[in-house]
């Protein structure tokens, strides 16, 4: 392994060695070679530490943590023992294309910026594309506004980003407002003080499973509402940007009042509901999000009593 290795490799895992495998074999196949792999593991408790100690390559290094479950903290750790100018973060049921790296360090290296994203495309558990979804788009430059509208093609598997850069925005929150929604308000930043760099073609190919960790969250709409009001307090100055959060957050904070609401939790329903209409949510979009919430509860009776 070099002394100074160019890019730094991040993977987090936690008891999903099957796929971390799969993942780790797609850095090795990189083009590009010039990389360390660090493998911060959250306390595994299926063998993972013991088989990435067994793999037979000296790029790769495993930093064995007990449980934390916060993913903004375990990406600082493995962002502190990097040793890279560059670091580029997979999810442990995420792959690469061979080329990723050396596209990336390419095109950042042309236009002199200090991040960059590629296209990522969607598969499912066995690995095959999902046809006919476009996560969002590929634009460079200054991209705030469209990371906070989500509409850009960001995932944490698709990104490298300039250690120096990294840390001076201090890294990933641990603020547990941001459970789960500490990859978005790190893009935020990011865009708020570096202009994007793009890679157009596929780099990162993003796996939909079952056991997805965002599959067993509870409340999204709150938490996206929670993200938008954060962004809000401590980072969005701008008239344009705040005007647009906070439309974001009035329309999340809506769907939250809805689900609550027929939840039987009433008074946080309504309370919810409320600051929705404040924050400038459409009429239109309150009585669609009733709408829906009152078909889904049908169902969901309808359901109860077949049984």
């Known amino acids: 392994m070099p ?3 160019l890019i730094s490799v991040i993977i987090l895992s936690f008891n999903r060695l099957r796929l971390l495998l799969e993942s780790i074999e797609s850095v090795r196949a990189q083009t590009y070679t010039e990389w360390e792999l660090i493998i911060v593991d959250d306390g595994s408790t299926d063998g993972t530490v013991d088989a990435i100690r067994n793999i037979n390559d000296r790029r790769i290094n495993v930093l064995a943590l007990q449980h934390i479950g916060l993913l903004g903290v375990l990406r600082n750790a493995g962002a502190a023992a990097a040793k890279g100018k560059w670091l580029a973060y997979l999810d442990s049921d995420d792959l690469w294309l061979a080329d990723k790296l050396k596209k990336q360090l390419d095109r950042v290296t042309e236009e002199k910026r200090r991040w960059n994203y590629g296209k990522s495309q969607l598969i499912d558990k066995d690995g095959n594309i999902i046809g006919g979804k476009d996560i ?6 200054w991209v705030a506004k469209e990371v906070i509208n989500t509409e850009i093609d960001f995932s944490m598997s698709s990104i490298m980003i300039e250690k120096e850069l990294f840390d001076k925005l201090g890294g990933y929150s641990a603020d547990p407002r941001l ?3 500490e990859d978005i308000e790190f893009a935020l930043r990011l865009a708020l003080n570096a202009e994007a ?3 157009e073609d596929t ?3 993003i796996r939909v499973h079952p056991e997805r960790s965002s599959n067993f969250l509870d409340h999204h709409f709150e ?3 929670e ?3 954060f962004c809000l307090d401590f980072h969005l100055t701008d008239k344009t940007h705040r005007k647009i959060a906070t439309r974001r957050m009035a329309h999340h904070l809506t769907e939250a009042g809805v689900d609550r609401l027929f939840e039987g939790k009433v008074k946080k329903g309504v309370s919810q509901l409320w600051s929705g209409v404040k924050n400038g949510d459409r009429v239109l979009h309150i009585f669609s ?3 829906r919430g009152l078909r889904k509860q049908l169902r969901r009776r309808s359901l109860e009593n077949a049984l």
């Open 227 to 229: 993200l938008y009001r």
């Open 203 to 205: 780099v990162a190919l």
């Open 3 to 5: 002394d100074q290795p």
């Open 289 to 291: 999000a009733l709408k």
């Open 197 to 199: 760099s793009v890679v």
């Open 223 to 225: 938490r996206s509402a």
């Open 179 to 181: 459970f789960h929604r």
């Open 136 to 141: 969002g788009k590929l634009i460079g430059g």
